[in-house]
């Protein structure tokens, strides 16, 4: 497992937002054609129209799960995409902990414990010490 400090998380978080907005536009595009294709059920209409629809909900919920695989590989964990959270693993004083970014914040403030979760968010300002990465377990960015 990769750990990240604080300043490699904020590093890689320009290219990880960039992504984000692409799995937004798709995250709209899906709910716009989940709305459509339940209107088409609810009014038993056209079967080749709920065909491509469901066809259209699969192929974006694909190409989202792609963009999510993309994230995951920098060493993260996406936690929700509505709204977008990315937990990066990091160490402070031999505990893991999680550094957390959601969608809309400028960079990583917030951290948690990885038994605490979302809920659980408190201002970096609160560590004690420097995050520092495991050396033994750090791989370049």
């Known amino acids: 497992m990769k750990y990240f400090t604080l300043s490699e998380a904020n590093n890689i978080l320009p290219q990880i937002k960039l992504l984000v907005d692409e799995i937004k536009e798709k995250r709209e595009k899906l ?18 129209e709920i065909m491509f629809l469901k066809t259209e909900i699969n192929e974006t919920n694909e ?10 590989s920098f060493g993260t964990y996406v936690k929700g995409i509505d709204p977008f959270l990315v937990d990066f693993p990091a160490l402070h004083n031999g505990e893991e902990i999680f550094l957390c970014w959601r969608e809309g914040e400028s960079c990583i403030e917030y951290w948690h414990r990885v038994s605490e979760g979302y809920a659980g968010r408190k201002h970096v300002s609160l560590l004690e010490e420097k995050i520092i990465p ?4 750090r ?3």
């Open 31 to 48: 709910y716009k054609v989940i709305d459509s294709y339940e209107d088409e059920i609810e009014g038993n209409n056209d079967e080749l």
């Open 63 to 72: 190409e989202i799960n792609e963009l999510i695989e993309i994230i995951e």
């Open 134 to 137: 495991d050396e033994k377990n």
């Open 139 to 141: 791989t370049g960015i």
